[in-house]
Each structure stands twice: as structure tokens, then as C-alpha cells.
């Protein structure tokens, strides 16, 4: 669906019925948390790739926040980094550990995630 702004009057404007629109303007919710730690290869070419790719995310160090480090274990992670999209509720979720650039461009970049 179309974002209200580019209808004009209950009908497409000409520029909206001959262009495509960035993925994240039809989805806001979806957000990508990366977990990471110090001195962690894959943590960074995971934010590396993100950052080349566009994609907008937080980042949370899971040797400064217990409850983070917490809830990751609770998935079952032992590692680092775990990324987890979030589309708004913790029912409809994707996550996984380590870089996996496979997974990165279904969800992150077919999401147009916004943190």
C-alpha cells in the first residue's frame, strides 16, 4: 500500500503510478538489533554490512547489559552477534547468531528496516 501523502484525492498521482518506493516507507515497524561484543569479527562485518547496505539498527554490547546477555541465552545463543528483526511483537520475529549475509539481505534489506 501506498503511502496517504502520494494519493491525490482518492487517485495515484502520475509520479506514484510509474515509481517504486523504498521497501521502508510502506514498512515502519520493522526493527534489527544486532547484539554484538568486544573484539568481535563477525560483530563487526555484521554492522559493517548493514552500514554499506543502508540498513538503520542499534547495536546493544552484550558484555555491558546482563539482561540483554540474558534474554540472548534465553534464545540459545552462546555467541555473538545475534541478530534479531523484529516487525513489532516478539510473535513475528527472525533471529540468528553470527554473519550471515544470506539472512541479512531476506530480512534486513527486503524489510527496509527502521530502528
Known sequence: MLPPHLLNHGRLSAMAA???YP???ERTLTT???????DCPQC???KS???KNN???KTVDLSED?????????????GAP????SRGDTRDESHWYGFRVDLLKEFCVSEGAAA
Open 55 to 57: 540498513v538503520t539498527y
Open 49 to 51: 554490512w548493514l552500514d
Open 23 to 25: 521497501h521502508h516507507l
Open 18 to 20: 510509474h515509481k517504486t
Open 44 to 46: 563487526t562485518m555484521t
Open 32 to 38: 534489527i538489533t544486532v547484539y554484538t561484543k568486544p
Open 82 to 85: 545475534v541478530v534479531i528483526v
Open 66 to 78: 546482563p539482561q540483554a546477555l540474558a534474554a540472548v541465552k534465553g534464545l540459545g545463543y552462546m
